[in-house]
């Protein structure tokens, strides 16, 4: 593996660009580490890996989308990993209380079952009590057994709330839900049957995450969440859209903005009426511009030969701020 290029900071978020395979300039993903001040990083440090090169998919809000190159090797996967962790500490020791490992950035992880091994190997691979792990997906219906073998894993390796799984949903409009994540997915019925079975109390795990990056003209009903989600099982979390190129090209508005409690007090309070713990993940607006939490614009930009320095850039470089 080559870094090729790094964006950000070691306060807050550093995004890596890095070939993985010599002969191929196609393999090249982005990887992150990033701390959440006022919390240092031996209190918690996440680490945000690529499961693939591009990403089948193709969510219109998301620059993974499109240039699939296919999947990477378990090897690949954790040599993001160690990249982060042998250049703080070389020893392989993580004193981080929280040591948060994602799989979350380019690629969905469910399409790519090296992912499974790669969750396998990376309790043994470093001397790091805090470590959790998790993973976020669109649930897809062809990757029914990868959610077999995950939960096995889960519960052989990551008990006592060291795995958090995540449902990206979006909208509870489904036509709407199925133009954004143009692929066939899990039925809400089909996520809410696999969260029961994968969320067992007993073992300390934590609930399941129902992610919204909630979206202008894409509908929230908490109501006809309810109607399949059991709050007792599944936990709302409410992100901003990433600032992404694709979600600029397609025109798409988030309905959270930072510093804006009225952008989504009414809905959270509509789903606390349902009995839904909500989350709002609105990260700091500096880690947007870095784009430690935002979609593969760096990929993209790699891709299409343009190199801006951050977001922000971006968006003047295409004269939209
Ligand atoms: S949001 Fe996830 S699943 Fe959708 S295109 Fe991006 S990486 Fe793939």
């Not at 006022?38 to 089948?56: A, D, H, N, Q, T």
């Not at 133009?179 to 089909?190: C, G, R, S, V, Y």
């Not at 600032?243 to 009225?262: A, C, N, W």
Request: aromatic share 8%.
């Amino acid at each position: 593996m080559e870094v090729l290029e790094e964006y950000g900071n070691d306060a807050l978020a550093r995004v890596f660009v890095a070939q993985m395979r010599r002969e191929d300039p196609r393999s090249v993903v982005e990887f992150v580490e990033s701390v959440q001040p006022p919390l240092s990083r031996e209190e918690k440090w996440v680490i945000i890996v690529s499961s693939m090169f591009g990403c089948p998919i193709g969510c219109t809000m998301c620059d993974a989308g499109g240039n699939y190159a296919g999947p990477l090797t378990s090897q690949e996967i954790l040599a993001q990993i160690d990249e982060c962790v042998v250049r703080r500490y070389p020893d392989h020791r993580v004193p981080s209380r929280k040591f948060k490992v994602q799989f979350s950035r380019m690629g969905e992880p469910s399409l790519n079952p090296a992912v499974l091994e790669a969750l396998r190997a990376l309790p043994e691979r470093f001397d790091a009590p805090g470590l959790i792990v998790s993973l976020s997906t669109t649930a897809p219906a062809r990757a029914h057994g990868f959610f077999e073998r995950l939960l096995r894993i889960k519960e052989e390796m990551y008990r006592d709330g060291r795995f958090q799984l995540q449902f990206s949903i979006h909208t509870t409009d489904l036509e709407r839900r199925r133009t954004l994540i143009p692929a066939q997915t899990w039925t809400f019925e089909q996520m809410a049957e696999y969260g029961e079975r994968f969320f067992e109390p007993r073992h300390g795990d934590r609930k399941v995450v129902l992610n919204f990056a909630p979206l202008i003209d894409h509908p929230i009903d908490p109501s006809k969440l309810k109607e399949h989600f059991d709050p007792g099982t599944f936990i709302v979390k409410l992100t901003p859209l990433n600032p992404t190129i694709r979600s600029m090209d397609h025109g798409m508005g988030s309905v959270l903005q930072h510093g804006r409690p009225e952008t989504y007090k009414e809905l959270v309070n509509a789903l606390n009426e349902m009995g839904y713990e909500v989350i709002v993940s609105l990260g700091a607006e500096e880690e947007n511009r870095i784009g430690s939490n935002c979609g593969q614009y760096v990929q993209r930009m790699l891709s299409e030969g343009r190199r801006p320095k951050d977001a922000y850039d971006v968006q003047r470089y295409r004269g939209q701020m």
